[in-house]
């Protein structure tokens, strides 16, 4: 794999990991009673995006070492998953 492949399998997993841990632990407008006239009601309050790109990098960067360790060792390639030339 080359550099540029592995920092765009980071970029993905890192976003993935930021997509699953957005909706956790939001407080909302609503939930407080406190609506902001113009807004949402479901508008968070407080998304704590610091706190959770923190968790996020940590997390995808052990998801990340992983999946590479599991390329360069060669226990899954590229030709597993290409099932149109099996044949």
Same mark, same amino acid.
């Given at each position: 794999?080359?550099?540029?492949?592995?920092?765009?399998?980071?970029?993905?997993? =890192?976003?993935?990991?930021?997509?699953?841990?957005?909706?956790?632990?939001?407080?909302?407008?609503?939930?407080?009673?406190?609506?902001? /006239?113009?807004?949402?009601?479901?508008? /968070?309050?407080?998304?704590?995006?610091?706190?959770?790109?923190?968790?996020?990098?940590?997390?995808?960067?052990?998801? =990340?070492?992983?999946?590479?360790?599991?390329?360069?060792?060669?226990?899954?390639?590229?030709?597993?998953?290409?099932?149109?030339?099996?044949?």
């Amino acid at each position: 794999m080359t550099v540029t492949a592995f920092i765009v399998l980071y970029a993905v997993i =890192w976003f993935m990991c930021l997509f699953i841990a957005l909706p956790l632990r939001v407080t909302t407008q609503n939930d407080t009673g406190d609506v902001i /006239p113009g807004t949402a009601p479901s508008a /968070p309050v407080d998304a704590m995006m610091w706190r959770k790109a923190r968790w996020v990098t940590v997390i995808a960067t052990a998801i =990340w070492a992983v999946v590479c360790g599991i390329i360069l060792s060669g226990a899954i390639a590229v030709a597993d998953f290409d099932i149109f030339h099996r044949m």
